[in-house]
T-cell receptor
């Protein structure tokens, strides 16, 4: 079953605002990944994190791998309407092993 | 690079019939492919891991005789939903790993929406 707790479940924000979402787990993951899924599409990888404490940016997106290896967060700065979608965290316990997904955060950006 | 396609994108079938969904890696060879199911407003749930040339490994609670997986080549895996029922209606998504590029990253297909009447 699902092992990752992702919050918040949904967010309604104004264009230009910053967004933060996070995932926590009761167990350790060695890789954390953040995906975005748009309606009727498969997930697209945004950021991959491989080391505890790692902070990685991809444009307006920044993600961090928690030092305990049990959590990760994703920040989106200066949101724009095209940021709308569902954001999923995913954890991987070992290289090449299966992914475990969080429940997702539905982001709505009002122009 | 690392493009994964699925066919069909949408399918509607009658209860009791079987439906085949294809997952292809277009520009790389995928030794491992994954099949997920996603119900509305829910997360992706792994159904099975498909390795080229061997039997798929199914997750607990997934009926292997109902969801037949074949991974006969390095670029194609198929999922057949046998004797489909309305409760099988869902969004089915495959993913594939490119072992040359990365052992960790999974590239996802666009999904197949299955509706069973």
């Amino acid at each position: 079953g699902q092992q990752l707790n992702q919050s918040p479940q949904s967010m309604f924000i104004q264009e230009g605002e910053d967004v933060s979402m996070n995932c926590t787990s009761s167990s350790i993951f060695n890789t954390w990944l953040w995906y975005k899924q748009e309606p009727g599409e498969g997930p697209v990888l945004l950021i991959a994190l491989y080391k505890a404490g790692e902070l990685t940016s991809n444009g307006r997106l920044t993600a961090q791998f928690g030092i305990t290896r049990k959590d990760s967060f994703l920040n989106i700065s200066a949101s724009i309407p095209s940021d709308v979608g569902i954001y999923f965290c995913a954890g991987q316990k070992a290289s090449g092993s299966r992914l475990t997904f969080g429940e997702g955060t539905q982001l709505t950006v009002n122009p | 690079g690392a493009v994964v396609s699925q066919h069909p994108s949408r399918v509607i079938c009658k209860s009791g019939t079987s439906v085949k969904i294809e997952c292809r890696s277009l520009d790389f060879q995928a030794t491992t492919m994954f099949w997920y199911r996603q119900f509305p407003k829910q997360s992706l749930m792994l159904m099975a891991t498909s390795n080229e040339g061997s039997k798929a490994t199914y997750e607990q609670g997934v009926e292997k005789d109902k969801f037949l997986i074949n991974h006969a080549s390095l670029t194609l895996s198929t999922l057949t939903v046998t004797s489909a029922h309305p409760e099988d209606s869902s969004f089915y998504i495959c993913s594939a790993r490119d072992p040359v590029r990365s052992t960790d990253e999974q590239f996802f297909g666009p999904g197949t929406r299955l509706t069973v009447l």
